[in-house]
């Protein structure tokens, strides 16, 4: 669970909290591969030969990511030498979900590592592999009914939250993460009700902001739907400022106008912005359905803004 850590002698300031997320699961599940594509970078092209540590920072605050390889002779090992696992707040467990042959190997794995820790970190268990053609098939939805139920008794004690998951669709990867990241920065809270308050007070269906690979750091909506919508269209965006900054061109200033297809269905004015918080980029997508409100929300947008910083850089 979330720690601080201790203050150091003679040193007035705190130490960031950091926090450590955790990847395991059998050799090929797709660990590497998804991380991979959560940080918009290459794929792996070789198995993992160990962990592999990176750091992931989030308003200057610092998530530890260990990507456990997976092959049979480090498993034993990691199973030897327990500390690895020490002060872990979150894992992801990936299972390859088609893969059949394997299920009861890596139920297996799981179930030893579970038996290690003695502070109970958060468990995201990922079917992974469900790629478009097959996610919805009879077969995946059969494999995830079994595993879940397989899971049922080890997991008693845990809290466990489950996702289907594809390095083939950008979203499938990056839903789970967010939601991970919401439930362990210490200010998701305080971020997510100065951003309610914006959205209330603006009448807005959704606001999502995202960091410089699309994960979400806080969205609300009202509807399902308009975040759904908000969340496709922002990262595309966010790709888009992502590609300008990289060949160092200047970005246009953004202001979508999408009518909805038909009465009720997601659509309005899609309002993006890039912001610098603690010298960081970072992205607001902003959906709102009264497109005559438009110059309003533009007027309230900077105040809004520069109150987030100040919220982010109070929080941390
Ligand atoms: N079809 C499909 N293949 C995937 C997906 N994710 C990863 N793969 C493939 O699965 C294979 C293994 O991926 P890795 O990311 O190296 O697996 P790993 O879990 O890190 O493996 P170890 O490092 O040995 O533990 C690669 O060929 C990937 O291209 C996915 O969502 N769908
Ligand atoms: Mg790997």
Not at 122 to 134: C, N, T
Request: glycine share 6%.
């Amino acid at each position: 669970m979330p720690k601080k850590d201790k203050k150091k002698k003679g040193r007035k300031e705190e130490e960031p909290t950091i926090r450590k997320i955790i990847f395991c699961g059998l050799d090929n599940s797709g660990k590497s591969s998804y991380i991979a594509r959560l940080k918009n970078q290459a794929f792996p092209s070789s198995p993992t030969t160990g962990i592999d540590r990176t750091q992931y920072d989030i308003f200057g605050f610092p998530i530890l990511i260990w990507d456990f390889g997976g092959q049979r002779k480090l498993r034993t090992s990691y199973l030897q030498k327990t500390h690895f696992f020490h002060g872990t707040d979150l894992l992801f467990y990936l299972i390859d979900i088609q893969d059949e042959a394997r299920f009861d190997e890596s139920i297996s794995y799981f179930e030893k590592l579970l038996e290690i820790f003695e502070e109970r970190p958060l468990i995201f268990i990922l079917f992974h592999k469900a790629d478009p053609d097959i996610a919805e098939s009879r077969r995946v939805l059969n494999n995830i009914i079994k595993i879940k139920q397989k899971l049922k008794k080890p997991l008693k004690q845990f809290e466990v939250f489950y996702y289907a998951t594809t390095i083939f669709d950008y979203v499938s990867v990056l839903a789970p993460f967010s939601f991970a990241l919401s439930k362990l920065l210490p200010f998701a809270a305080v971020l997510e009700s100065y951003i309610i308050n914006f959205l209330e007070q603006q009448q807005l269906s959704c606001i999502i902001l995202m960091d410089k690979n699309g994960t979400a750091l806080s969205k609300v909506a009202g509807k399902p739907e308009d975040l759904t919508f908000c969340e496709i269209t922002g990262i595309h965006l966010v790709q888009l400022f992502e590609a300008y900054e990289k060949k160092s061109m200047s970005e246009p200033k953004i202001s979508l106008r999408i009518p909805s297809p038909s009465e009720g269905a997601p659509g309005g004015e899609v309002l993006f912005e890039k912001l610098e918080i603690l010298k960081t980029r970072y992205y607001l997508t902003i959906l709102t359905k009264d497109v005559d409100r438009i110059a309003s929300i533009k007027d309230a947008l900077s105040e809004f803004i520069e109150g987030l910083g100040k919220t982010l850089e109070i929080s941390h």
